[in-house]
């Protein structure tokens, strides 16, 4: 009977956190606390030529980058294709055609958005990816084990990884220049390079309110719209253009930080692992109760029968 | 027991399937007249009070059709009927009175596809039989932003509308700015709506009007109307009218901008010439309906309607008008528009007889301020000028200044004086312009790290400059100091200091700080030059958009 | 436990005509698993940044995970539910389990890109509670372990009483003897604790599986994009649990040349329904209440996959197994079982990459040629191994009528 007993007892002990069983408190996302004085860059896709020194920039800083030569950038026919980031670049520029056939072309760059509420760093198993005080999204290529969901994750598409590397791929994305030159003062290098200024680093809650005078001194030069002021939670990294976003390519995206869906699923599921030894005490609960019916019915019959 | 229910399912995974097969089928219509994609093909308009449609709309290639029956006899008047005075009627389907969703569906499928039957019968080269040669979904069914209606005809939306839209709509929290919740019936509407694609109106302009005009032998009634009341004022007093009493009242039905009334007055005209052998106007859609405008520049030589219209005029309040009167030259304004409308919309009267100043429902509710000083819009004084200033000759300046109602700028328009306009104030020589203290070439060596110096040529950016501005009525009339035109690149600066205006440097300073809201020096220098160069979009040599057209690289 | 007195090593040949296939194929598989080991990612798999997650995540990793819940299934049914009368499958559920969870892990070890890191999870110092990913690894590696356990009792069955070590360490065949009756004693006492664990652990992480591609809602079709992903994974591993206990069953009762135990998978099958009927409701349920019903009639990639593995592959064996003449049937409960186990296999892999449209791809995710043979020799060297413990160790139940087993092909 030592085995019923057991299973008493474990119920008994367990009795208690059925009561948290059904706690649906545990909601809320863990999400990390973004400071107020954390740092961004806005976008001003109206002014960029094209020119691609900010892509020679970040491959001059970048030192793990494979080296590129000068005359890579300076090549205007990889305007032809719609470029994306890979292991090799960070960032990238395209060309899109404008509303009107006659107006000019418009540049975008792409880089990692570096958002406030990031996808990679919550879904990374081991935590290689994390989010420094100041904005910048760092990634610990040692602890990484490549299983590449934060590819699957960002709503940007942002990180690559090195598919060719055989023995230690890393994912490679943009770091906002953080060990390079955010910690030393600086400003990231592409903000630095660019010869029209396209970019204006300082602190976000700055960076929006400039955004919108802008706005509002230039009617009719941007889209009333700052992407990346509140996309996915809000990104450090905010554009304004003249023509619609998703028409340079970027998504659509909902208001509601990316880990706010899944987050609040995992946390309700495993508050402080109450809800698993709820089921746990509950599994064994049904199990005495069955096995202790059945033993009764036997030694009834016995009783009966004897 | 359990065969049969396989069995079942079997056949029930088939019919399934078949929605796929025939969804596909509905891809893969290639009887689209490819070739149509001309102008004139539109799709044909369901009344308002048909609310659905079971197959996608029908383009109609009407001057396919037009060329088709050319030579036949009855011509236009196989689809459209001659009404009163033998005026076509260039409304289809004829009988209006039948709005019902039957007889509107039977107008067409007994004309179109009983012609082409017939057509057919008699081994002639006719148009489509099939339901889905005409009803066809094709790129511009989707590019016209139709709504689907029912699933079977419904084409698969492209993953980027789910992807986009849904996602978007479907935040949990719900609070997507301008995202509603997730109805899916808000996106799937019985009701059909769809936005035609834009035909280019028929622009009347100048050209035009003095063509008609020596056509029909200076008699305006041929096309315009006079009000009764109008007719016997005149007559009272003896007058002929002129072209501003033509128009100065208009009959809401009698608008060219209604299509039915337009194409009635104009196209049988057209077609009445034609019968009579002489030279008439166009018959075909794409003829008068041209994507293309004349310019300006164009009708220089055109002769301007006579309206009795003042040369200069001097507008101004009827009474209390604090600032003073603004000098307004009509004559050299009708130089510079493509028609009156651009500016009298579709009545030559005074602006201040709709926009009274408080607004009213006459002018839309513009206010008479409004009117005139509207930013954005063309009609207005201001608005138009904003729009001159995009243009790729001035935009380059005018690019990085300051736009809209400047109020250093009130007193060059409120200036009461009509003789003002006549003044010219040509820039003077450029020998005068650069004292000896102002070089005409320099060298911007101050950052020098990838590229050697800049030879900057500040004589010749000035002459072209000034060489623009002095063209232009426009530019000379607003550009009243000598020094306007450098204050497109001194910009905060006292310009008659002339030789000591402050180096760009001092106040772009090269070495850059996080939060500085003025640009460094490198984006001063590109932003004002390069910017200019990509505004005015000039050649190579004059205009470099290159690196290596500005400054040397460094070996 | 003195119902498995019945179980005992199969007596077939080991190397038939069809194993010698199955062995075969085994080593071309591995020999392409070799292949990404020296040759790397970018060699053996069309994988790319749009698409980082592929064959080997919705197959290996999804799909094992799926077909390995007869472990935990036959678990919950024959103890905590306490119907005896099943007992006979808890063994080979446990081995089929127990198999497929290390050929979870292994088939892992080949898709990531750092596979020497693959215990970088378990250091407390790497932990990251708010992924869904790390809940996932800790349970499976907490599970594997539970399912080892498990499994320990017919490891000792089958040497307790016959120790015989080779050679020199024969002195030690007493002492060892000890050890394992010992141990055996223990367990026996305290299983509970494990097989409970096990059912807790499953429903953890089979339920996690469906939360991992909730963090790409934009990427995903809306017919799967669904918060309650996690539930309708839970609800369809407890269906294909039970369906996985009766395919793997008859596979082996026909391998062997033995009967199929319709005595115990008949009314075994009688509870599937009730399983996969809540699926079948959730799943419908979530999307008529979402209204994602719309896009039934689309006939975009995502769409087809959900009408097969769904609407056909889920739905019509639930109606099989409602009905008593498909469950009486051998042939039919197999066809409905196969059904089924392959519509959960298609689900997974659709939600992994084929539901799933990343952002810039230029083109759709074709699975190369080396993916497809390591999934599938990986798939063999389960056979291959499952054959190998059947032989050695007591799993399958003797059949009932004592008839000597008959030398069979295949």
Known sequence: MSNSRRTFLKKITGAGSLLFFGNKKSAQANIPKVSPDQFGVLVDTTRCVGCRKCEEACNTINEDLPRKSVSVFKDKDVFKERRRMDFGTYTVVNKYKSANVSDKPVFAKFQCMHCLYPACVSACIV???????????????????GCRYCLAACPFQVPAYEFSNILTPQVRKCTFCFDTRLVKGQIPACVQACPMEVMKFGKRTDLIKDAHENIKKNPGRYIPHVYGEKEVGGTSWMYLSNIPFNRIDFPKLGYHPVPGYTEPIQHAIFKWLLPPLGVYAALGG???????????????EENGSS | MNKKISLLMLILFMVCSLFFVQNKTAHSDESVNKADKELSSRFITIPEDIKTIDRAPVKFPHDKHTKALDKDEEGCELCHLKGIDNILDFTYPRKKADATREAFTNSFHNECIGCHTEKNNEDIKTGPLTCGECHVIDDDFHNNDYLPIMPEYYEPLRDTYHKNCISCHQDPAKKAEDAGGLDWKSFYVKKREFIEAEIPAVNFDYFLHDKHEKALDEKCEKCHALSEEKKSELEKLGKEPVCRDWLQELPE??????????????????????????????????????????TADDMLEVKRIECEQDEKILIKLEKDMRMKEVAFNHQSHQKVTLSCQECHHDTIQACSVCHTLEGSDKGDNITLAESYHSVSSSWACIGCHENEKKKSDCAGCHNLLDTGLLESACETCHNGVIEDLDKKNPHPALEKLFTDDIKKEMEIDIIQDEYELSKFPHDKIVAKLVEISDNSTLASYFHTDNMTLCAGCHHLTPLTAKSSVPQCRTCHTVRKEPTEATPALLGAYHQQCLGCHIQMGGTEEEMPQDCAGCHEEKK | MSLHEHAAPIENKFFTKGMIIFTAVMLTGLSFGLYRMIFG?????????????????????????????GGFTSGAVVYVFNRENFHAVIRPALLTAMLGYTFVGVGL????????????????????????????????????NVLYIEFAPIVFERFIGRVNLPGMLGRFNDSVDIILRFLNHVLSKIMFIFIIAGIVLSCCHQSSLGTLMVIAPYKIHPIYNSLLGPLFFLTSAFAVGLTMIIFESMISCYVFGRKPEMHILTPLSKIIPYVLGLYVFVKLGDMISRGTYVFLFDSTAPVIMFWIEFGFLTVVPFFMFLSADVRKSHRGLFIAASMFVLGVLLNRCTIFFIAYTPLYAAKAYLPAFSEFALTIGLICTIVFVYRVFVTIFPVLSVPEENVPVEQVTG
């Open chain 1, 286 to 300: 049904i199990w005495f109760f069955l096995s202790s019916k059945k033993k009764k019915v036997k030694k009834d």
């Open chain 3, 109 to 144: 070890m080949f898709d990531l890109g750092r596979w020497y890191n693959i215990w970088h999870p378990a250091i407390p110092f790497m932990w990251q509670g708010n992924s869904v990913l790390f809940e996932v690894g800790m349970c499976v590696i907490i599970y594997i």
């Open chain 1, 127 to 145: 935590g290689a990816f994390t989010r420094d005080k100041d904005g910048a999204i760092t990634y610990d290529s040692w602890k990484c084990i």
């Open chain 2, 253 to 294: 039905d009698k608008s060219y901008k209604i299509k039915e009334y337009a194409h009635s007055v104009c196209i049988n005209c057209h077609l009445d010439k034609k019968d009579k052998n002489e030279d008439g106007g166009p018959v075909y859609c794409k003829e008068c309906h041209l994507a293309e405008k004349r």
């Open chain 3, 41 to 69: 990612l970018d060699a053996a798999t069309n994988l790319n940044d749009q698409y980082p997650l592929g064959l080997w995540i919705g197959i290996d990793v999804a799909t094992g995970v799926a077909l390995a819940a």
